[in-house]
Antibody, heavy 122, light 106 residues
Framework: QVQLVQSGAEVKKPGASVTVSCKAS????????VHWVRQAPGQGLEWMGW????????KYAQKFRDRVTLTGDTSIGTAYMDLSGLRSDDTAVFYC???????????????WGQGTLVTVSS | DIQMTQSPSTLSASVGDRVTITCRAS??????LAWYQQKPGKAPNLLIY???SLQRGVPSRFSGSGSGTDFTLTISNLQPDDFATYYC????????FGQGTKVEIK
């Protein structure tokens, strides 16, 4: 069965960077986009971007373009989200999610990781 | 950017009720609309895609309709497990979510 397993919670100081990992299993990692979504406490869902694990290509939401880097390691079937310049309002749960096959530009998110809480506090 | 607006923000209902949540897009998105259910502390779960197609394993009491800019999610015969927050998502151009509708027990 398809599973996305994310790394554990992080506590960071303002200005620091954080890396969240997302290990995929149960499907061919290089066949589907991996998306990242942010959810601030008590708030809604915000798309951050995707990585194409086959090519390494990426697309980012404008809001995060300057601070986020999405990558994938095909040797271990894992996607990564690096967020730099952390601020207190970055405190949120970050989710990875499987997108559509690479042949489809826009598709839904059919499997999600369990989420990783990143707390930014001095 | 395409904006998605859901209503209501909160909905109080009882087990067995039929509930309807609406979602409006700021421009036409054809039928590139999905619905997700999220329970506290859990990841969202895909219910409906392409406006009206039921995801595998999702109970048939969930249904979706609409096209263009106006969409609805209907839950018939509300069950205890259905009390949750529901989000619409457009995937016509990039991806945008509505602000969510919390279905709570009356």
């Amino acid at each position: 069965q398809v599973q996305l397993v994310q790394s554990g919670a992080e506590v960071k100081k303002p200005g620091a960077s954080v890396t969240v990992s997302c290990k995929a299993s149960g499907y061919t990692f290089t066949d589907h986009y991996v998306h990242w979504v942010r959810q601030a406490p008590g708030q809604g869902l915000e798309w951050m971007g995707w990585v194409n694990p086959y090519s390494g290509g990426t697309k980012y939401a404008q809001k995060f373009r300057d601070r986020v880097t999405l990558t994938g390691d095909t040797s271990i079937g894992t996607a990564y989200m690096d967020l730099s310049g952390l601020r207190s309002d970055d405190t949120a749960v970050f989710y990875c999610a499987r997108g559509g096959p690479l042949s489809i530009d826009y598709d839904v998110f059919d499997y999600w990781g369990q989420g990783t809480l990143v707390t930014v506090s001095s | 950017d395409i904006q998605m607006t859901q209503s209501p923000s909160t909905l109080s209902a009882s087990v067995g009720d039929r509930v309807t949540i609406t979602c409006r897009a700021s421009q036409s998105i054809s039928d590139w609309l999905a619905w997700y259910q999220q329970k506290p502390g859990k990841a969202p779960n895909l219910l409906i895609y392409k406006a009206s197609s039921l995801q595998r394993g999702v109970p048939s009491r969930f249904s979706g309709s609409g096209s263009g800019t106006d969409f609805t999610l209907t839950i018939s015969n509300l069950q205890p497990d259905d009390f949750a927050t529901y989000y619409c998502q457009q995937y016509n151009t990039f991806w945008t979510f509505g602000q969510g509708t919390k279905v709570e027990i009356k």
